[in-house]
């Protein structure tokens, strides 16, 4: 098992934020090592641990980690604990986004080519974050402003995690169709998506006066991210993590 890797985003504020790689976890195989997936075929105990491993490498409690059950929309919902990291799937609420403003509660969402994103208030404002799960159907669906919308709108500042890039994301016509009416022509170009631009637009579009970009593609990179299209759905998950700091 080797450490914990985290790439972190120093949001002007009180925060805490990082995205998680596939680095330092017990998983073994096609989930090697630090998956956080539960809804995965990877035995359900070593995901519990290395859920626990990230938090321990974040400086986070385990159980002031609060989730949701993911499904590629657009609700936000304010953290609550109880929904937390060691709970099945079934026994979290549905949502593709958290967002607090209690310091010490943090929040995990997953990804595996979906964009991770932050979004957080200011330096000025009180200060609230939240985190989003934002794929193809996310951001048409509004998850962005969605987001936005439950910090009270702009000015905000965001970060966009690792996530498939267009370098590697193929779409036919019928998805590269509403990413260019919502998002401008050269998102989709030559049968490819460009994911990272489509959110920075969307991001800027809710009111969103900085935003940072990894612009690292999990699809790239085999030794550092899972990727549920590279890998042809068995694969595991990272994530991002965040709390508003005490």
């Not at 017990?26 to 491993?53: H, I, K, Y």
Request: hydrophobic share 40%; charged share 25%.
């Amino acid at each position: 098992m080797s450490d914990v890797e985290l790439l972190r985003w120093g949001a002007p504020g009180p925060y805490e934020v990082a995205f998680s790689t596939r680095h330092g976890g017990v998983s073994e195989g096609a989930f090697a090592s630090l998956n956080l997936g539960l809804l995965t075929e990877d035995e359900p105990e070593r995901v519990r641990r290395n859920r626990r491993l990230l938090c321990a490498a974040a400086g986070l409690e385990p159980e002031r980690t609060t989730m949701v059950r993911q499904r590629h929309g657009s609700e936000v919902r304010r953290a609550a604990l109880g929904r937390g990291i060691a709970e099945p799937a079934a026994a979290q609420a549905d949502g593709d986004g958290l967002w607090s403003d209690e310091p010490g509660v943090a929040m995990l969402l997953l990804a595996a080519d979906c964009l991770p994103i932050a979004l957080a208030r200011p330096p000025g404002r009180e200060p609230a974050l939240a985190v989003l799960h934002a794929g193809r159907r996310g951001l048409l669906a509004g998850v962005v402003a969605a987001g936005a919308r439950v910090l009270g709108g702009g000015p905000l500042t965001a970060a966009i995690g690792p996530g498939i890039g267009p370098c590697c994301y193929e779409v036919g016509e019928e998805v590269a169709r509403p990413f260019r009416e919502a998002f401008g022509d050269d998102v989709a170009r030559s049968g490819r998506l460009d994911l990272w631009t489509a959110a920075e637009r969307a991001l800027r579009g809710a009111g969103c006066e900085s935003v940072e970009r990894l612009d690292l593609c999990t699809s790239c990179d085999p030794e550092r991210f899972f990727s549920h299209r590279r890998d042809g759905g068995r694969t595991g998950r990272q994530g991002v993590i965040a709390r508003v700091a005490r």
